[in-house]
C-alpha cells in the first residue's frame, strides 16, 4: 500500500476521526464574529464605502446555519463524510461571496479560502478534497475577475496594480495546493500509524490470551499431577483386590487408563512446563526455538546459534528470560520476516557476555533495498527490494505493509531492546548447498539485530528457583 515514496496520497480512505459538529460550529461561530469585526472597523473606522446590506446579509446566512445546527442536532454529534463536505463547501461559497462584494483579491483577507481545504485534507477523505480544492482554485479565479471594488471614504478606489493581483491569484492556488498535500501526507501518516498501533494492540492481545492459557494449563498439570497419581495407585490396588470379580476389575482398569489419559492431555497441555519458574521465565534458546516453531514448517532452515554454537551443543548455563508475550511475538515476527525472503536458510545468532544480550536474526535473501533501509520499523514501508516474490506466511495480513517489523519494533522496544537493521555480506549462496555450511556461514542478506542491556531481560538465577519444585512421589495410603 505504500512504499515511502510518493504513494502516500493514494490512501483513498485515510481520514481523521470524524469531525463533531461542535467543532464546525465553534470555527463558524468565531469566522462570523471576525468577519462582523473587519466589516464594521473597515466601514466605521477607516471609512472605507462597504455594501453593509450584503455584508450583513452574508454573515447573517452563516449565523443561520449555526443556529439551525444546534437546534435541531445534538452538539456531540458527529457528522458523517457528506455533511463535513456540505458545511465546507457553504463555508468556503460564504466566504468567496464576502469577499468578492468587499473588493475580491484586493481584500487581504482573502488569504482566509485556505482554512476550508486544510480542514477537508485533514478530516475527510481524499476524493472530498480534491473536489473542495478544485472549488477553492475555482473562487481565487472567480475573485481576480469578479468583484466589488473597495470604495474609500472620497470616493476613489483602492486597486492594487493587475500584476500584483495576478500575482496574488497564483499564490493562491499554489497555497491551496501546497497546503493540501502537506496536511494530507501528516493525515495519511497519522492514519497509518493509528492502523499499525491497532494491528499491534490486537496481536500482543492475542499473544497475551495464548500465554495465560499456557500457564494456566502449566499450573493446572502441576496441582493435578499428585491428584491423578493417587487415583493411578488406587486404581492399582483396587485392581489386585478385585481380581476375582472380572466385572469390577473392568471398571478398575478403566478407571487406570482414564487418570493416565488425564495426565497425557495434561502433559500435552502444558508442554515442557513442569514448574512455576518455567511459566515466567525459561532458556533463552528455548524462548527462542518456540519464537520460531510456527515457521520451521515453511520449506526454509532454521539456524539457532548460541555463542556461536548450534543449539543443540549451547552451554547449558544459558541466561534465562521472561516468557513475555511481546518478547516472543516481537521474536517469531523478526524471524517470520526472514523465513518470507529468505532463499533456504535464516540465522538467529544468540549471544550473551553478562553485561548485554543480543539476538541477531539473518537470511540469505536479497537483502534490504537501500532507500528503505533508513526508515525500517516505520508501518507501511515495504521491507525488500521490490518486483520479488515474497511467500505468503502464518501472518499474511500483514504482507508488503511493513506491520510485522512495525510490530515486532514496538513490541521488543518495550522489553528494552535496541533494534538495528543491516545488510550482511556478499557470501556466495552455493557455499549454502553443502549439508553443513549452514552451521557455519554468516547470512549474506538482510540482518536484524536486537540488543539488550542485561539488567533489562535476564531473570537472576535467585527468581528462576522460586518454583513449587516437582510433582512429590505419593508414599502411600492416607
Request: proline share 5%.
Amino acid at each position: 500500500m505504500f512504499d515511502g515514496g510518493g504513494s502516500f496520497l493514494l490512501n483513498l480512505q485515510a481520514r481523521g476521526d470524524w469531525v463533531r459538529l461542535r467543532t464546525l460550529v465553534t470555527v463558524r461561530w468565531i469566522a462570523i464574529v471576525g468577519q462582523t469585526t473587519a466589516v464594521l472597523a473597515a466601514s466605521f473606522a477607516m471609512g472605507f464605502q462597504l455594501p453593509l446590506l450584503f455584508c450583513a446579509l452574508l454573515i447573517s446566512a452563516s449565523a443561520s446555519v449555526n443556529i439551525v445546527a444546534q437546534f435541531v442536532y445534538p452538539s456531540e454529534k458527529r457528522l458523517t463524510e457528506q455533511g463535513t463536505l456540505l458545511s465546507l463547501f457553504f463555508d468556503l461559497a460564504q466566504l468567496v461571496t464576502l469577499l468578492m462584494v468587499t473588493g475580491g483579491l484586493n481584500n487581504p483577507f482573502a488569504v482566509l479560502i485556505l482554512a476550508p481545504v486544510t480542514i477537508s485534507a485533514t478530516a475527510l477523505r481524499l476524493q472530498s478534497t480534491l473536489w473542495l480544492g478544485i472549488a477553492a482554485m475555482a473562487a481565487v479565479a472567480l475573485m481576480a475577475n469578479f468583484y466589488m471594488p473597495l470604495v474609500l471614504a472620497d470616493g476613489s478606489l483602492m486597486e492594487t496594480p493587475e500584476i500584483f493581483r495576478s500575482g496574488k491569484s497564483a499564490a493562491l492556488a499554489i497555497a491551496v495546493v501546497f497546503l493540501s498535500v502537506y496536511a494530507r501526507r501528516v493525515t495519511v501518516e497519522g492514519y497509518a500509524m493509528n492502523q499499525a498501533l491497532a494491528a499491534t494492540q490486537i496481536a500482543l492481545s492475542r499473544e497475551q490470551r495464548l500465554a495465560a492459557i499456557g500457564g494456566i494449563a502449566a499450573a493446572t498439570a502441576h496441582e493435578l499431577g499428585t491428584p491423578l497419581a493417587t487415583i493411578k495407585l488406587v486404581a492399582g490396588e483396587l485392581a489386585r483386590e478385585v481380581r476375582d470379580q472380572p466385572e469390577l476389575a473392568e471398571d478398575v482398569d478403566l478407571i487406570r487408563r482414564e487418570a493416565e489419559r488425564c495426565g497425557e492431555i495434561m502433559t500435552d497441555l502444558s508442554q515442557s512446563a513442569r514448574d512455576d519458574s518455567q511459566i515466567r521465565s525459561s532458556p533463552v534458546v528455548a524462548l527462542v526455538e518456540e519464537a520460531a516453531a510456527p515457521h520451521r514448517n515453511r520449506g526454509k532452515v532454521v539456524v539457532i546459534r548460541f555463542n556461536g554454537a548450534l543449539a543443540g551443543e549451547a552451554d547449558a548455563d544459558q541466561p534465562m528470560v521472561p516468557r513475555s508475550p511481546e518478547l516472543i511475538h516481537g521474536l517469531r515476527n523478526v524471524i517470520q520476516n526472514g523465513v518470507d525472503f529468505a532463499a533456504a536458510t535464516v540465522w538467529a545468532d544468540i549471544d550473551y557476555d553478562g553485561e548485554e544480550l543480543r539476538i541477531a536474526i539473518g537470511d540469505d535473501g536479497p537483502g534490504f533495498s537501500a532507500e528503505v533501509l533508513p526508515r525500517l520499523g516505520e508501518p507501511y514501508v515495504s521491507t525488500r527490494q521490490r518486483g520479488e516474490v515474497r511467500a505468503t506466511g502464518d501472518e499474511g495480513e500483514y504482507e508488503g505493509m511493513g506491520l510485522g517489523l512495525f510490530i515486532a519494533r514496538t513490541l521488543l522496544e518495550r522489553t528494552g531492546a535496541t533494534m538495528a537493521f543491516a545488510n550482511g555480506t556478499d557470501l556466495r549462496r552455493s557455499a549454502l548447498a553443502e549439508p553443513d555450511a549452514a552451521a557455519l556461514a554468516r547470512p549474506p542478506g538482510a540482518i536484524i539485530e536486537m540488543i539488550w542491556p542485561a539488567a533489562n531481560v535476564v531473570t537472576p538465577k535467585a527468581e528462576t528457583r522460586r518454583a513449587l519444585g516437582p510433582n512429590q512421589p505419593f508414599a502411600g495410603r492416607p
